[in-house]
């Protein structure tokens, strides 16, 4: 009888340690929780960049490209959209399995204060080097010579931004300069072709 029983106490004891051997070969995974906002998103890879807030326990503030644990869940998303999105991180791997939006979107007065602003002002004067946005020449162009204009650039004068800012992001930045920096502005006033 005894043993019997100390065959079975040994047989319980090594399928116990199998299974500890087993589970601490297994790279641990954790889940970590944040928002940023999207900056850029390779459908091609499946990856979005976000600029992120701190991920507790896991990372600083910054803005990364991350992998997606299926390609379907960017759709839907564009730069500028504000996401709450949760983390895997197994091993050195890190995957984002849960993305949302927050419903909120970051305007084109974002896009602009990056891009734009540099060369035409904050307020889109032309106190730098680019040309006023809300007076005299500009104010003549209708919204799609706007994006072919930030698209392709002008020799000499503007850089193209085609290969910088998604069509989406050239649109949201063009809306803005037309729907907010330019409103209440008489369009008729311009400079006419």
């Known amino acids: 009888m005894r043993a019997r029983s100390i065959i079975i106490l040994?047989?319980?004891?090594?399928?116990f340690s199998?299974?500890?051997a087993k589970s601490s070969s297994e790279p641990t995974k954790n889940i970590y929780r944040s928002t940023g906002t999207v900056k850029s998103i390779d459908?091609?890879?499946?990856?979005v960049t976000i600029d992120h807030k701190d991920i507790p326990g896991y990372m600083t503030a910054m803005e990364m490209a991350f992998a997606v644990a299926r390609p379907e869940m960017l759709d839907g998303l564009m730069p500028g959209d504000v996401v709450a999105f949760?983390?895997?991180r197994s091993g050195s791997t890190s995957t984002i399995t849960k993305i949302d939006k927050t419903g909120e979107t970051i305007a084109g007065s974002e896009i602009?204060?990056?891009?734009c602003a540099v060369c035409h002002g904050e307020n889109g004067g032309g106190?730098?080097?680019g040309i006023?946005?809300?007076?005299?020449?500009?104010?003549?162009?209708n919204e799609e010579e706007y994006i072919k204009q930030v698209e392709n650039g002008s020799p000499g004068k503007m850089l193209p931004f085609r290969d910088k800012l998604s069509p989406d992001e050239i649109r949201a930045v063009?809306?803005?300069?037309r729907e907010e920096m330019q409103k209440g502005i008489d369009r008729n006033a311009g400079h006419k072709h």
Do not use: D, F, N, W
């Not at 040994?10 to 399928?15: G, K, Y």
């Not at 459908?43 to 990856?47: E, L």
């Not at 006023?132 to 162009?141: C, D, K, R, T």
């Open 43 to 47: 459908r091609s890879t499946a990856k």
């Open 10 to 15: 040994l047989a319980v004891l090594s399928v």
């Open 18 to 20: 199998i299974s500890c």
């Open 112 to 115: 602009y204060k990056t891009h």
């Open 174 to 177: 063009v809306k803005y300069v």
């Open 127 to 129: 106190e730098k080097r």
């Open 86 to 88: 949760e983390l895997e």
């Open 132 to 141: 006023p946005l809300i007076s005299g020449h500009a104010l003549a162009h």
